[in-house]
């Protein structure tokens, strides 16, 4: 099938995927002077009399979701009765792409995870079930960080099953049991969706494989967990019981949402729960305090005694790691040492150098604030770039050759930038969400490394770099 030249105002340059449900392009929005992906809706359903006003009620529901890991919708429209809306383009790929390279470290698995369940318990907190979470929707930007596409896509479509062939919606290798048999769900259906990612990042392959895409289907109703062990011998033991939990066929058993899973995996693979909430880049502003659900006694029980086993062996861990062994102290009362293991010249340096906390290992560092360009554009041969950045981090324009940006407004958890200067001119913004460290601490340290209370042992970061990161914006030249 031919590429069609223009989409409504879009100009189009290039196919990026073909499935059975939609096309998928990049195009230019000349309008904004910037990229975007446009998903167009095959045309036959519109046969469906009803389709039109669940797609206009269903893709305002999907555009009013704003948050840092999630794609967002700019427009949505049809051309000649063919629905499509557009999304913002991602340039880095997706975890398909990433998970075809193999296997992926314990730790890079946990904070891609991270922020994507952010994204999910945003939505769900919002109502709406993604239905459809496999790799491919799974998309980076150009700094590496991931964004959750096609929201609801799964939905729209239930009521044209017949268009694929079988009356399952969704993705086999991904569906959740009760998806899979047509019952109702709810958001741990997600859980479980994120569960076998997990499980495929780590292994580099899928925990089900069939002949056929129903087979598939029948071995995720059926089959027990596989364990992962079998598959990948090194991970740690703890994996196994977070990926049965998450996968578990009855969904009280499971995670009693996606923040949780995303916290126990990160205890594995660093140590600790890390600072994730519901509320945690959510764009939200209720504090929800993540808990089991108690009214489920056999759910409360099961999330409780798989968190503290998984909290006592990591604690131990680190310990051994990180903590050196406590030395006897010798009281002034007690008889010396030896004289012949006694050094003279190493006791007055020992008497005279600072007791330093050990290094943290290469994996551990400080989270930095979430912040990103939006937009980039000429308003009156006037070059504007956007930005956003995350509610309460602190931010300096370093550069000097006339780039300023100021507060603009404050949204759905994110500042709103807005930065101008001259044509072509770059504006390096210095963000920080500094640690909290008392002075006591950082005396543990040597002056160009910061102590990290929550691992207690110094990052090799300066202190008045970490917490931070740098967002650098080319303005365009717009012939002012």
Same mark, same amino acid.
């Given at each position: 099938?031919?590429?069609?030249? +223009?989409?409504?105002?879009?100009?189009?340059?290039?196919?990026?995927?073909?499935?059975?449900?939609?096309?998928?392009?990049?195009?230019?929005?000349?309008?904004?002077?910037?990229?975007?992906?446009?998903?167009?809706?095959?045309?036959?359903?519109?046969?469906?009399?009803?389709?039109?006003?669940?797609?206009?009620?269903?893709?305002?529901?999907?555009?009013?979701?704003?948050?840092?890991?999630?794609?967002?919708?700019?427009?949505?429209?049809?051309?000649?009765?063919?629905?499509?809306?557009?999304?913002?383009?991602?340039?880095?790929?997706?975890?398909?792409?990433?998970?075809?390279?193999?296997?992926?470290? %314990?730790?890079? #698995?946990?904070?891609?995870?991270?922020?994507?369940?952010?994204?999910?318990? =945003?939505?769900?907190?919002?109502?709406?079930?993604?239905?459809?979470?496999?790799?491919? &929707?799974?998309?980076?930007?150009?700094?590496?960080?991931?964004?959750?596409?096609?929201?609801?896509?799964?939905?729209?479509?239930?009521?044209? !099953?017949?268009?694929?062939?079988?009356?399952? %919606?969704?993705?086999?290798?991904?569906?959740?049991?009760?998806?899979?048999?047509?019952?109702?769900?709810?958001?741990? @259906?997600?859980? =479980?969706?994120?569960?076998?990612?997990?499980?495929?990042?780590?292994?580099?392959?899928?925990?089900?494989?069939?002949?056929?895409?129903?087979?598939?289907?029948?071995?995720?109703?059926?089959?027990?967990?596989?364990?992962?062990?079998?598959?990948?011998?090194?991970? /740690? /033991?703890?994996?196994?019981?977070?990926?049965?939990?998450?996968?578990?066929?009855?969904?009280?058993?499971?995670?009693?949402?996606?923040?949780?899973?995303?916290?126990?995996?990160?205890?594995?693979?660093?140590? @600790?729960?890390?600072?994730?909430?519901? &509320?945690? &880049?959510?764009?939200?502003?209720?504090?929800?305090? /993540?808990?089991?659900?108690? !009214?489920?006694?056999?759910?409360?029980?099961?999330?409780?005694?798989?968190?503290?086993?998984?909290?006592?062996?990591?604690?131990?861990?680190?310990?051994?790691?990180?903590?050196?062994?406590?030395? /006897?102290?010798?009281?002034?009362?007690?008889?010396?040492?030896?004289?012949? #293991?006694?050094?003279?010249?190493?006791?007055?340096?020992?008497?005279?150098?600072?007791?330093?906390?050990?290094?943290?290992?290469?994996?551990?560092?400080?989270?930095?604030?979430?912040?990103?360009?939006?937009?980039?554009?000429?308003?009156?041969?006037?070059?504007?770039?956007?930005?956003?950045?995350?509610?309460?981090?602190?931010?300096?324009?370093?550069?000097?050759?006339?780039?300023?940006?100021?507060?603009?407004?404050? +949204?759905?958890?994110?500042?709103?930038? !807005?930065?101008?200067?001259?044509?072509?001119?770059? %504006?390096?913004?210095? #963000?920080?969400?500094?640690?909290?460290?008392? !002075?006591?601490?950082?005396?543990?340290?040597?002056?160009? &490394?910061?102590?990290?209370?929550?691992?207690?042992?110094?990052?090799?970061?300066?202190?008045?770099?970490?917490?931070?990161?740098?967002?650098?914006?080319?303005?365009?030249?717009?012939?002012?």
């Amino acid at each position: 099938m031919a590429i069609p030249e +223009k989409i409504g105002r879009y100009i189009i340059k290039d196919e990026l995927g073909r499935g059975g449900m939609a096309t998928v392009y990049r195009g230019f929005d000349p309008s904004f002077d910037r990229e975007v992906a446009i998903k167009v809706l095959p045309r036959e359903m519109l046969h469906d009399p009803q389709f039109r006003s669940r797609f206009e009620r269903e893709i305002k529901m999907i555009a009013s979701l704003e948050h840092p890991s999630i794609v967002p919708v700019y427009d949505v429209g049809d051309m000649d009765g063919q629905p499509y809306f557009v999304m913002r383009f991602m340039p880095g790929g997706s975890l398909s792409n990433l998970i075809e390279q193999g296997p992926i470290a %314990i730790q890079d #698995t946990a904070r891609i995870v991270e922020k994507v369940a952010q994204g999910l318990s =945003y939505a769900h907190r919002k109502g709406v079930i993604h239905r459809d979470l496999k790799p491919d &929707n799974v998309l980076f930007d150009d700094n590496g960080d991931p964004f959750i596409s096609d929201f609801g896509v799964a939905k729209l479509t239930e009521s044209t !099953s017949s268009l694929t062939g079988s009356g399952v %919606i969704g993705t086999p290798a991904y569906m959740s049991p009760e998806q899979a048999q047509g019952t109702e769900i709810d958001l741990r @259906s997600d859980v =479980y969706g994120l569960g076998v990612i997990v499980y495929q990042m780590l292994t580099g392959q899928q925990p089900y494989n069939a002949d056929t895409p129903m087979g598939v289907v029948v071995k995720h109703i059926t089959e027990p967990v596989p364990e992962i062990l079998k598959t990948l011998p090194t991970l /740690p /033991p703890e994996v196994d019981q977070i990926i049965k939990m998450a996968m578990a066929k009855d969904k009280n058993q499971r995670f009693a949402n996606t923040i949780e899973l995303a916290k126990a995996l990160n205890l594995i693979a660093f140590g @600790s729960t890390g600072n994730i909430t519901f &509320n945690t &880049n959510s764009g939200g502003t209720k504090t929800i305090k /993540p808990q089991p659900k108690l !009214s489920r006694s056999q759910t409360g029980f099961a999330v409780i005694g798989i968190v503290l086993v998984v909290a006592v062996i990591g604690f131990l861990l680190i310990r051994n790691q990180l903590v050196p062994p406590v030395e /006897p102290t010798v009281l002034p009362t007690e008889t010396p040492l030896p004289t012949e #293991t006694i050094v003279p010249t190493a006791t007055e340096e020992l008497s005279t150098s600072p007791v330093f906390a050990p290094s943290c290992p290469a994996d551990v560092a400080f989270p930095t604030p979430a912040g990103r360009e939006t937009q980039n554009y000429c308003v009156q041969k006037i070059p504007y770039a956007s930005a956003v950045i995350e509610e309460g981090a602190t931010f300096e324009v370093l550069n000097t050759d006339g780039g300023r940006c100021r507060v603009e407004a404050i +949204k759905n958890g994110e500042q709103v930038l !807005s930065c101008t200067g001259p044509s072509f001119s770059i %504006i390096e913004i210095w #963000t920080c969400r500094s640690p909290q460290v008392s !002075s006591e601490e950082q005396t543990q340290c040597s002056p160009d &490394n910061t102590f990290n209370s929550e691992n207690q042992c110094c990052v090799a970061v300066p202190p008045e770099e970490a917490g931070c990161k740098m967002i650098r914006i080319q303005l365009k030249g717009c012939g002012g």
